[in-house]
């Protein structure tokens, strides 16, 4: 069994029985409640057959998801989401906490981020994950580590996601670095990112720890629409406005934010923005609920060249003109046309300015083939028509680089 805690009180118990799952409120108290999807409105959450979207936010995949089916296999046979999840939980900082049977928490040391930043070696990043491998409750498929860091101007330490990239992914810790700082650009909130001595590692701070050492609370887009992560892929952008206007207490604001991720990602060309890469931020007691910093939005194509949009808009999954956007913007999120059209050309602007950045980089640094490729797909968005896909002879072009 695990308990959940919020504020040191023990709101409720999380088990497992032969085919569910059973979240088990102790009493009625809206402000104890766990997440937006599960309000402390009814005693029990019965899934059936189905891990709770929320808590499976919380697990590790793909890389991560390995390292732990391959330690714990041996010692307790099956290896299935619950145990890792018992094994882990323990040890997750956030608006609520757990404990479980299996695993009290730990002491963890803290590591200096300048030396993190000047390390950035395979050595320096198996050393950080054997040491927090029991705090990776994290979400996404590439290689990444939480690690509790200090900095020394700010006198804190902290938790931060520090992300790496294999042969598969090249140079993938710069890539986002460079997509990220134009998403910015454009007026969105983004998650603080930094980029390593030898741009092997971006190292993310956590956006969920307030100044106060409170915590936000933080929820996927595809936990709110009660799906599990196999699920990820199925949606439409339109639904996702839906679901942040009927939450957001700043509604407005939200819209904007994120019709801007929506654009900003067909012009990067991000075909990963799928449902668990748009996310809420609430208040502890539910009174302020915004769109939350944008995260992981890398240049997809450049990796698998004819890519395309993770999720539907307008029925399709294509990279959708300049024309479809600004519609888009009138429909779902609720902008006024020129509102609409204003709010494209700013996104339009920082994918300019981005694309001068990336020149003088490489200018700097030609043997960065993969920016190269991103600076490529980047000048074909600034066409604003229905590009479906990259031409054969980009492609082509791109394997003399």
Request: glycine share 4%; aromatic share 14%; with cysteine.
């Amino acid at each position: 069994m695990i308990e959940i805690f919020h504020h040191q009180k023990r709101v409720a118990s999380f088990l497992k029985d032969n085919r569910n799952f059973i979240i088990d409120y102790k009493d009625f108290d809206i402000n104890n409640s766990i997440a937006l999807s599960l309000p402390n409105t009814q005693k029990i959450y019965l899934y059936d057959y189905k891990f709770p979207p929320f808590l499976e936010s919380f697990l590790p995949e793909g890389y991560l998801y390995e390292i732990f089916k391959n330690i714990l296999s041996k010692e307790y046979g099956k290896v299935d989401d619950y145990l890792i999840f018992s094994l882990l939980s323990s040890n997750v900082q956030s608006r609520v906490e757990f404990k479980s049977d299996l695993q009290n928490s730990a002491q963890f040391p803290q590591f200096n981020i300048d030396e993190i930043l000047a390390n950035d070696t395979n050595d320096t990043f198996n050393n950080l994950l054997q040491t927090f491998l029991n705090k990776n409750a994290i979400s996404g498929v590439q290689p990444k580590t939480i690690a509790l860091l200090k900095d020394k101007e700010k006198l804190d330490t902290k938790e931060y996601i520090i992300k790496t990239w294999g042969d598969e992914y090249q140079d993938l810790a710069l890539n986002e670095y460079f997509c990220l700082k134009a998403v910015e650009k454009a007026g969105v909130k983004t998650a603080n990112v930094q980029l390593s001595l030898n741009n092997k590692f971006l190292i993310v701070e956590k956006f969920t720890l307030k100044s106060d050492g409170s915590f936000y609370g933080f929820e996927e887009i595809l936990s709110l629409m009660n799906k599990n992560k196999d699920s990820k892929y199925n949606g439409s952008y339109e639904q996702i406005a839906k679901i942040i206007y009927s939450y957001t207490t700043n509604k407005k604001d939200s819209m904007i934010a994120f019709y801007k991720t929506v654009v900003m990602n067909y012009l990067l060309k991000n075909g990963d923005a799928h449902l668990k890469n748009f996310g809420l931020l609430y208040d502890d007691d539910f009174q302020n609920i915004l769109y939350s910093p944008a995260y992981d939005v890398v240049n997809t194509v450049v990796y698998i060249h004819k890519d395309k949009p993770a999720l539907m808009l307008e029925g399709k999954k294509i990279w959708h003109s300049k024309d479809t956007l600004i519609k888009f913007g009138q429909k779902s999120c609720l902008l006024s046309l020129s509102e609409a059209k204003q709010y494209y050309k700013e996104c339009y602007d920082a994918l300019v300015w981005a694309i001068d950045e990336l020149e003088n980089y490489l200018s700097e640094y030609p043997d960065f083939k993969i920016g190269k490729m991103m600076l490529d797909s980047w000048k074909m968005s600034l066409k604003e028509e229905s590009i479906k896909e990259l031409s054969d002879d980009t492609i082509r072009t791109w394997k003399d680089y």
